[in-house]
């Protein structure tokens, strides 16, 4: 606690500072930096300014009796070892296999995927006997791409600006590595890297309904349709995550993504750190280009030698210290970095399950993402709209009953539908989300209705979350669910922005441990984890 | 001819997969989707059902029938109420472990007891001249385990009776017409009951069941989840844990209760005066302290197992499907990496599988004394790429999952 007669920068002066690390935001990243430094011994205390801790992954009772994941609802990309690190497990660390992947084709027919790799064969082959081999080699490509990857992913970017003998010796090691990966995986590499899923996709299939199955993941928060470059980017990105070792397979945490912040909060506690909810901090206290503290915005000054910021790069570089302290070219980056969120969410209470009409009596094809976008068309139509400022009039869709693998997410025989929404341009052309919101509820149920008969008489809920409301709940700037696009230019050593990701800051004593540092955004747990490695080591010296 | 189950009617419709093994001579699911590891999830977060009707069951009736028991398994059956049952094992002469069932006290004198094998003229051998009948009734029940978190949720809207029902407890109760015996038993270690049921009534039964299941996910699951719940709880099997003592031929396949990690049944053993088939030879092994091995858990160094697997050029492999191998166990001393040379061998994981819900490779294992404190470190045998190779890891108590909820008194 702070002594209320001795000032902040005389506390932080006389060794005395009421904590030894302070982390702005609790959201996942927050959370895992928080235990990690409490973990190292450190007296931490973990500030969020809502009522809750787990920023875009929260669960919330919307509607008496139903848990909605308000925002984000499946997991996948995080990483493993945070798990066993933080001991997760006994705090409640629980995903929930998805038994199955399902895809309306859009004319009545499916693809429907599980976990035997033999029968999703077959499922390709009924569509396109040549995508059927196409599918084995694809994946397997992929997971070699993954595979070289991921030492990249795990680790702090080089500082590759630095001139330092350890920076150099980082990049000897980025380089041997990259030089050790097998020729084809490289190319695989560029071309993920650079280009667009369409290019990719085609590489491999025919089938539009295989491709368009195969790219959902490629657009997913970012504005890019299909056949945009830089669209496999994001594709490989989400394919970078595991469940159980399987790449690119996803879960659905026990309680939702909330169920999962819960247990982040649980494990941090229990290593010592200190979470204090509603309390927003209005800025970082910094003198002489030192971190001192933190006051919130009912005046509390916090002191504390170590100050994380987890909320986006806009806020940690423009809002919670000022930015003329700060080097120019840093600013400058920042304020153009693209964050133009595309996405939004119908959550919906259901009163029993939805009916598709080609399969009236099993539920096992809603056991995991239900994905309506059924072609690469579809989806790039769906985008066409977002360029000039409005929203898709018949919009991409991924959808999950995670009642059905949950059953505790809503009364018996009830469920809960995320409906993960695209696109939704954060700004819109001549009019605005307040005035749109139920429009746009009604043309995302219309295509449910479409491919689900009936759909809408069975809705005893329904909660749009615009991208403004993504801003306002979750602080990510304009509603940019990564906390800054994945765009090359804006990822690894570029990410937050250049000379500057290594979870340092030019502050001394503050540091970054948002989704807008390396390697990006989704329940992810790196930044935090790195970052926690970076600001350890630094205490060290 | 294989046979089938008074449930397979039903639940082969339900099977999409029409993969079987055989046991006891039944066909009996390996599994019924394409997902055996969503099969388990329901048991671990929602309710699943198992058809356990292949047990043979054999009705122990008479005054005496009591004293047959008392004189024939391992624990002191005479401090089982009528109401309660028991999970047991019996041994022969020499202490070693025949098999395992559970005992189901229904009155004063008359009981039930299940078995994997056949064991009907054992029992009849010892009863000699005692008052008590011995019957053979395995068909004349199927048993469906109702397991999980929501299994009292889905029972309870077919017989009340389940609110009252403890740890092992059992009761008769009817769903619909038909009579049936409630218990709170299972295989999986969690929160779970077992329905036995007249076979000509098994049906209709069932599909109450499945029924009152729908709107919490209820789904039947088969033998390989089955093991994977079996293994995090900690629940030895016949033929895989141990060799049943009758039918092996070294007594390195044989194991007395204590080294099968059954010494919580040995209370009283020592020091009392309750004869019972192999009784001298385990109190021998308890005073003299000569048991070979002690059961435990083994859980591998996950860091270890991603470091191999990554060295190698591997995607770090986490399957969920239990080893259909006995694997050995290293002491730590033993050089890392290389050569599997037997002179360290410090006992041996008769299962071993990676655990969705504890997010670690787990494995069940017998050690020489010396390493069963928990925690000892130990290394595994494993073989990657053709080659013979051991992995960190250490013992552990058993069970490996063991909520609250299992246990929890209604
Ligand atoms: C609609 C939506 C759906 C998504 N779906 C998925 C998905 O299914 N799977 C997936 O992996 N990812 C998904 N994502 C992405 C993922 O949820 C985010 O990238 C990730 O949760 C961001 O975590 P974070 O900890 O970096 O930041 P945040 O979660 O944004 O946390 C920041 C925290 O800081 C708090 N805060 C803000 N300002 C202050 C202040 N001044 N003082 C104190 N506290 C403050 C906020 O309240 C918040 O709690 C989704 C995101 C959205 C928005």
Same mark, same amino acid.
């Given at each position: 606690m702070?002594?209320?007669?001795?000032?902040?920068?005389?506390?932080?002066?006389?060794?005395?500072?009421? =904590?030894?690390?302070?982390?702005?935001?609790?959201?996942?990243?927050?959370?895992?930096?928080?235990?990690?430094?409490?973990?190292?011994?450190? +007296?931490?205390l973990?500030?969020?300014?809502?009522?809750?801790?787990?920023g875009a992954?929260?669960?919330?009772?919307?509607?008496?009796?139903?848990?909605?994941?308000?925002?984000? =609802?499946?997991?996948?990309?995080?990483?493993?070892?945070?798990?066993?690190?933080?001991?997760?497990?006994?705090?409640?660390?629980?995903?929930?296999?998805?038994?199955?992947?399902?895809?309306?084709?859009?004319?009545?027919d =499916?693809?429907?995927?599980?976990?035997d790799?033999?029968?999703?064969?077959?499922?390709?082959?009924?569509?396109?006997?040549?995508?059927?081999?196409?599918? %084995?080699?694809?994946?397997?490509?992929?997971?070699?791409?993954?595979?070289?990857?991921?030492?990249?992913?795990?680790?702090?970017?080089?500082d590759?600006?630095?001139?330092?003998?350890?920076?150099?010796?980082?990049?000897?090691?980025?380089?041997?590595?990259?030089?050790?990966?097998?020729?084809?995986?490289?190319?695989?590499?560029?071309?993920?890297?650079?280009?667009?899923?369409?290019?990719?996709?085609?590489?491999?299939?025919?089938?539009?309904?295989?491709?368009?199955?195969?790219?959902?993941s490629?657009?997913?928060?970012?504005?890019?349709?299909?056949?945009?470059?830089?669209?496999?980017?994001?594709?490989?990105?989400?394919?970078?995550?595991?469940?159980d070792?399987?790449?690119?397979?996803?879960?659905?945490h026990?309680?939702?993504?909330?169920?999962?912040?819960?247990?982040?909060?649980?494990?941090?506690?229990?290593?010592?750190?200190?979470? +204090?909810l %509603?309390?927003?901090?209005?800025?970082v206290l910094?003198?002489?280009?030192?971190?001192?503290?933190?006051v919130?915005?009912?005046g509390?000054?916090?002191?504390?030698?170590?100050?994380?910021?987890?909320?986006?790069?806009?806020?940690?570089?423009?809002e919670?210290?000022?930015?003329?302290?700060?080097?120019?070219?840093?600013?400058?980056?920042v304020?153009?970095?693209?964050?133009?969120?595309?996405?939004?969410?119908?959550?919906?209470?259901?009163?029993?399950?939805?009916?598709?009409?080609?399969?009236?009596?099993?539920?096992?094809?809603?056991?995991?993402?239900?994905?309506?976008?059924?072609?690469?068309e =579809?989806?790039?139509?769906?985008?066409?709209?977002?360029?000039?400022?409005?929203?898709?009039?018949?919009?991409?869709?991924?959808?999950?009953l995670?009642?059905v693998?949950?059953?505790?997410?809503?009364?018996?025989?009830?469920?809960?539908?995320?409906?993960?929404?695209?696109?939704?341009?954060?700004?819109?052309?001549?009019?605005?989300? %307040?005035?749109?919101?139920?429009?746009?509820?009604?043309?995302?149920?219309?295509?449910?209705?479409s491919?689900?008969?009936?759909?809408?008489?069975?809705?005893?809920?329904?909660?749009?979350?615009?991208p403004?409301?993504?801003?306002?709940?979750?602080?990510?700037?304009e509603?940019?669910?990564?906390?800054?696009e994945?765009?090359?230019?804006?990822?690894?050593?570029? +990410?937050?922005?250049?000379?500057?990701?290594?979870y340092?800051?030019?502050?001394?004593?503050?540091?970054?441990?948002?989704?807008?540092?390396?390697?990006?955004?989704?329940?992810?747990?790196?930044?935090?984890?790195?970052?926690?490695?970076?600001?350890?080591?630094?205490?060290?010296? | 001819?294989?046979?089938?189950?008074?449930?397979?009617?039903?639940?082969?419709e339900?099977?999409?997969?029409?993969?079987?093994?055989?046991?006891?001579?039944?066909?009996?699911?390996?599994?019924?989707?394409?997902?055996?590891?969503?099969?388990?999830?329901?048991?671990?977060n929602?309710?699943?059902?198992?058809?356990?009707?292949?047990?043979?069951?054999?009705?122990?009736?008479?005054?005496?029938?009591?004293?047959?028991?008392?004189?024939?398994?391992?624990?002191?059956?005479?401090s089982?109420?009528?109401?309660?049952?028991?999970?047991?094992?019996?041994?022969?002469?020499?202490?070693?472990v025949?098999?395992?069932? !559970?005992?189901?006290?229904?009155?004063?004198?008359d009981?039930?007891?299940?078995?994997?094998?056949?064991?009907?003229?054992?029992?009849?051998?010892?009863?000699?001249?005692?008052?008590?009948?011995?019957?053979?009734?395995?068909?004349?029940?199927?048993?469906l385990?109702?397991?999980?978190?929501?299994?009292?949720?889905?029972?309870?809207?077919?017989v009340?009776?389940?609110? $009252?029902?403890?740890?092992?407890?059992?009761?008769?109760?009817?769903?619909?017409?038909?009579?049936?015996?409630?218990?709170?038993?299972?295989?999986t270690?969690?929160?779970?009951?077992?329905?036995?049921?007249?076979a000509?009534?098994?049906?209709? !039964?069932?599909?109450?069941?499945l029924?009152?299941?729908?709107a919490?996910?209820?789904?039947?699951?088969?033998?390989?989840?089955?093991?994977?719940?079996?293994?995090?709880?900690?629940?030895?099997?016949?033929?895989?844990?141990?060799?049943?003592?009758?039918?092996?031929?070294?007594?390195?396949?044989?194991?007395?209760?204590?080294?099968?990690?059954?010494?919580?049944?040995?209370?009283?053993?020592?020091?009392?005066?309750?004869?019972?088939?192999?009784?001298?030879?385990i109190?021998?092994?308890l005073?003299?302290?000569? @048991?070979?091995?002690?059961?435990?858990?083994?859980?591998?160094?996950?860091?270890?197992?991603?470091?191999?697997? $990554?060295?190698?050029?591997?995607?770090?492999v986490?399957?969920?499907?239990p080893?259909?191998?006995?694997?050995?166990?290293? @002491?730590?001393?033993?050089?890392?990496?290389?050569?599997?040379?037997? !002179?360290?061998?410090?006992?041996?994981?008769?299962?071993?599988?990676?655990?969705?819900?504890?997010?670690?490779?787990?494995?069940?294992?017998?050690?020489?004394?010396?390493?069963?404190?928990?925690?000892?470190?130990?290394?595994?045998?494993? @073989?990657?790429?053709?080659?013979?190779?051991?992995v960190?890891?250490?013992?552990?108590?058993?069970?490996?999952?063991?909520p609250?909820?299992?246990?929890?008194?209604?």
């Amino acid at each position: 606690m702070t002594t209320s007669d001795r000032t902040t920068s005389e506390a932080a002066a006389a060794g005395t500072a009421a =904590y030894d690390a302070i982390v702005v935001g609790a959201g996942h990243n927050g959370l895992v930096n928080g235990a990690y430094l409490a973990k190292a011994g450190l +007296r931490t205390l973990i500030l969020e300014r809502r009522h809750l801790v787990g920023g875009a992954a929260i669960t919330e009772e919307r509607h008496p009796g139903f848990s909605f994941t308000t925002f984000s =609802y499946a997991l996948s990309l995080l990483r493993p070892e945070i798990v066993q690190e933080l001991d997760l497990v006994r705090h409640g660390f629980m995903p929930l296999m998805m038994p199955s992947s399902f895809h309306p084709t859009g004319d009545g027919d =499916y693809l429907l995927l599980g976990d035997d790799d033999a029968q999703n064969v077959q499922e390709i082959r009924r569509h396109s006997p040549h995508d059927a081999d196409a599918y %084995e080699r694809y994946h397997h490509d992929l997971d070699r791409v993954c595979q070289a990857i991921q030492p990249l992913f795990d680790n702090a970017p080089p500082d590759v600006f630095g001139k330092d003998p350890e920076d150099q010796a980082d990049v000897k090691w980025l380089l041997d590595h990259l030089g050790g990966v097998d020729r084809k995986v490289m190319h695989d590499v560029v071309r993920l890297l650079t280009g667009s899923a369409a290019d990719w996709l085609d590489d491999y299939f025919e089938n539009e309904a295989v491709k368009g199955f195969h790219a959902s993941s490629s657009i997913i928060g970012s504005k890019v349709g299909p056949m945009s470059p830089g669209s496999a980017l994001v594709l490989l990105f989400h394919k970078m995550g595991q469940h159980d070792g399987h790449l690119g397979a996803w879960a659905f945490h026990k309680g939702g993504n909330g169920g999962f912040t819960q247990v982040l909060a649980r494990a941090a506690e229990a290593f010592g750190a200190e979470i +204090r909810l %509603e309390a927003p901090v209005s800025s970082v206290l910094t003198r002489e280009g030192r971190t001192q503290g933190v006051v919130l915005e009912d005046g509390t000054e916090l002191t504390a030698p170590v100050v994380v910021s987890a909320l986006d790069p806009r806020r940690t570089f423009l809002e919670l210290v000022d930015p003329r302290e700060l080097p120019y070219d840093l600013v400058d980056n920042v304020s153009r970095m693209k964050f133009r969120g595309v996405s939004a969410k119908v959550n919906f209470a259901l009163d029993g399950l939805p009916v598709f009409p080609a399969l009236p009596d099993t539920v096992d094809h809603f056991g995991g993402f239900l994905n309506i976008g059924p072609t690469l068309e =579809y989806m790039e139509r769906a985008f066409d709209a977002a360029k000039y400022g409005w929203y898709s009039e018949r919009p991409f869709i991924d959808a999950a009953l995670q009642s059905v693998v949950d059953p505790d997410m809503a009364p018996p025989g009830k469920h809960v539908m995320s409906c993960f929404v695209q696109y939704a341009p954060y700004e819109l052309r001549g009019s605005d989300w %307040e005035s749109e919101r139920d429009r746009f509820g009604d043309t995302a149920q219309a295509v449910l209705e479409s491919h689900f008969p009936g759909f809408g008489d069975l809705v005893l809920h329904r909660e749009v979350v615009t991208p403004l409301d993504i801003e306002r709940h979750t602080g990510l700037t304009e509603g940019n669910i990564f906390a800054g696009e994945f765009l090359a230019p804006q990822m690894y050593f570029f +990410r937050p922005a250049p000379g500057w990701s290594r979870y340092a800051t030019p502050v001394e004593g503050y540091y970054q441990c948002g989704s807008g540092t390396h390697p990006g955004g989704c329940v992810i747990g790196s930044p935090g984890r790195l970052a926690s490695r970076r600001i350890l080591r630094d205490l060290q010296r | 001819m294989i046979r089938t189950t008074p449930f397979h009617p039903r639940l082969s419709e339900l099977n999409t997969e029409g993969l079987y093994t055989h046991w006891q001579g039944h066909l009996s699911p390996l599994r019924y989707t394409h997902a055996p590891k969503h099969e388990y999830f329901a048991v671990r977060n929602s309710v699943g059902v198992f058809d356990t009707s292949p047990l043979y069951k054999y009705r122990i009736t008479g005054p005496d029938a009591e004293r047959l028991l008392a004189g024939a398994l391992v624990r002191d059956i005479r401090s089982c109420r009528p109401g309660k049952a028991q999970y047991t094992i019996w041994c022969d002469d020499r202490g070693f472990v025949m098999e395992d069932g !559970v005992v189901f006290r229904h009155s004063e004198s008359d009981f039930l007891l299940t078995a994997a094998r056949p064991n009907l003229a054992w029992f009849q051998a010892l009863a000699g001249s005692l008052r008590v009948s011995l019957e053979d009734v395995s068909d004349d029940h199927g048993i469906l385990a109702v397991q999980g978190p929501r299994s009292r949720a889905v029972l309870r809207e077919l017989v009340p009776e389940v609110e $009252r029902l403890g740890f092992f407890d059992h009761t008769v109760a009817k769903v619909g017409s038909a009579a049936v015996t409630l218990s709170r038993t299972g295989y999986t270690g969690d929160l779970g009951y077992e329905v036995s049921v007249d076979a000509d009534q098994a049906v209709e !039964v069932l599909d109450a069941v499945l029924d009152a299941g729908r709107a919490h996910s209820l789904r039947p699951f088969g033998e390989e989840a089955l093991m994977m719940l079996r293994i995090e709880a900690g629940l030895p099997l016949v033929d895989v844990e141990w060799r049943n003592s009758r039918v092996a031929f070294s007594d390195a396949e044989r194991v007395t209760p204590k080294e099968l990690g059954m010494g919580w049944m040995l209370r009283g053993v020592r020091d009392g005066d309750r004869p019972f088939v192999g009784r001298d030879a385990i109190r021998r092994e308890l005073v003299d302290g000569t @048991s070979r091995w002690a059961t435990v858990g083994v859980v591998v160094d996950w860091a270890d197992w991603d470091r191999l697997h $990554r060295a190698a050029g591997l995607l770090t492999v986490k399957d969920e499907h239990p080893l259909p191998y006995e694997s050995v166990l290293y @002491s730590d001393s033993a050089d890392s990496g290389d050569s599997a040379d037997s !002179v360290d061998q410090i006992g041996y994981a008769t299962s071993l599988m990676y655990s969705p819900v504890l997010q670690r490779h787990v494995g069940l294992a017998r050690v020489r004394p010396a390493f069963a404190e928990p925690g000892t470190p130990v290394r595994l045998e494993t @073989s990657l790429l053709h080659h013979n190779t051991t992995v960190a890891a250490s013992t552990t108590s058993l069970p490996h999952f063991n909520p609250a909820r299992k246990t929890a008194k209604p």
